[in-house]
């Protein structure tokens, strides 16, 4: 079936860095992608998210680019604090199913 | 925005028994998500609750063990029944809801989840 994935499960970031988490989605008709951020004890907690006609979108200390032609997505956070340690997940949908499929997640450890 | 409340937060069950939990959203939704996410995984969807009608199951998950509740436009519940260790796991409600920070104006929120423990 369709799937999306992750390349790296765990990611170590220096305080202050900038990190770039990467996910590869499957499924060619997916036309919304979502970032969302696990802390320990808590449900997923939304980021940011893009349409498929986009290539990018900011927010605050955070940028998610999208590449179709290769079905990538990234999510990059600028100037890394520690409350950015977290899993982190992106999940796709495509039009007309309100379901979102989510990949596999990476851990990311803020060093201070 | 949505605010989901999920009950119990954690449970430690023995083998063999049955578990409901419950999930409570602040505002009137067409459908309801049930979750499961297992020890250092991601989130796999159980089923979507409907209200008036039979939850819809996704591979690899059935309503004998899972058995779904959706009374009104607010509430549902999601029961683990007959319960083994591998059925450890956390459990989310989620619902989408208005978020004027999407670009589709619109995300998925989340409860926090009951982590269910089964000896």
């Known amino acids: 079936g369709e799937s999306v994935g992750l390349h790296l499960p765990t990611l170590s970031v220096q305080e202050g860095d900038n990190s770039i988490i990467n996910c590869a989605y499957s499924?060619?008709?997916?036309?919304?992608f979502i970032w969302y951020k696990q802390e320990s004890g808590k449900g997923p907690q939304f980021i940011i998210d893009i349409r498929s006609n986009m290539d990018k979108r900011q927010g605050q200390r955070v940028t998610v680019l999208l590449n179709k032609t290769v079905k990538h997505l990234s999510l990059q956070i600028a100037a890394t604090q520690p409350g950015d340690s977290a899993v982190y997940f992106c999940?796709?949908?495509?039009?007309?199913?309100?379901?979102?499929?989510f990949g596999t997640g990476t851990r990311l450890t803020i060093i201070p | 925005s949505a605010v989901i409340s999920q009950k119990p937060s954690r449970d430690i069950c023995q083998r063999g028994t049955s578990l409901t939990i419950q999930c409570q959203v602040d505002s009137q939704v067409t459908m309801m998500f049930w979750y499961r996410q297992q020890p250092g995984q991601s989130l796999t969807l159980i089923a979507t609750a409907n209200q008036g009608s039979e939850a819809t199951y996704e591979s690899g998950f059935v309503i004998d063990k899972f058995p779904i509740s959706r009374p009104n436009l607010t509430f549902s519940t999601l029961t683990v029944s007959n319960m083994s260790p591998e059925d450890s796991s956390i459990y989310l409600c989620s619902v989408w809801g208005i978020n004027r920070d999407s670009v589709s104006q619109n995300i998925q929120y989340f409860g926090a989840g009951t982590r269910l423990s089964v000896l």
């Open positions: 999940a796709e949908k495509y039009f007309g199913n309100e379901k979102l499929t």
């Open positions: 499924n060619s008709a997916s036309d919304y």
